[in-house]
């Protein structure tokens, strides 16, 4: 192991969990989901919705296989997602033309309106997080994640 990240990584010698670079992204993530859930429940949604419908508005007609791509989720628990979002008429689902295995999925009326509002609820919840950064830093921080996550996903 090389010593240039030592003092990131858990030893028996000396550990402290602060130090662990991750601590700090799942810290951020879990009080982030826990907030935005929080927010959320005005609408009777939650993170996992929330991330779907947010997905199919910057991807238009993509299939659960992208949508599951895109949040990270199993394709199992994507299309139990989508179903439920269906449900709720949020989405509308349709067979592909071109390969009727593939099952494509677009925002309804209702969805559009649901994310919109999903946006104005969750921009509070961003600016709180943000505050005292400048915007700058916000794009450092998300050019060293995109980074992090590129050398992860090689």
Partial sequence: MSKKY???????????IEQFPYYWVTQVHAQYVQNVDQALKKYGLDNSRRRILLALRS???ASVSDLSDMVVSKMSTTT???YRLKDEGLV???S??????ITRVVLTEKGNEMTNKINDLTSVVLEQSFDGLTPLQIEKMMESLRHIFNNLAR
């Fill in 6 to 16: 030592s003092k990131f990584l858990p030893s028996a010698d000396q550990y402290d």
């Fill in 59 to 61: 991807k238009a007609h």
């Fill in 80 to 82: 139990k997602i989508v």
């Fill in 92 to 94: 509308e689902t349709y």
């Fill in 96 to 101: 592909c033309d071109d390969d009727a295995r």
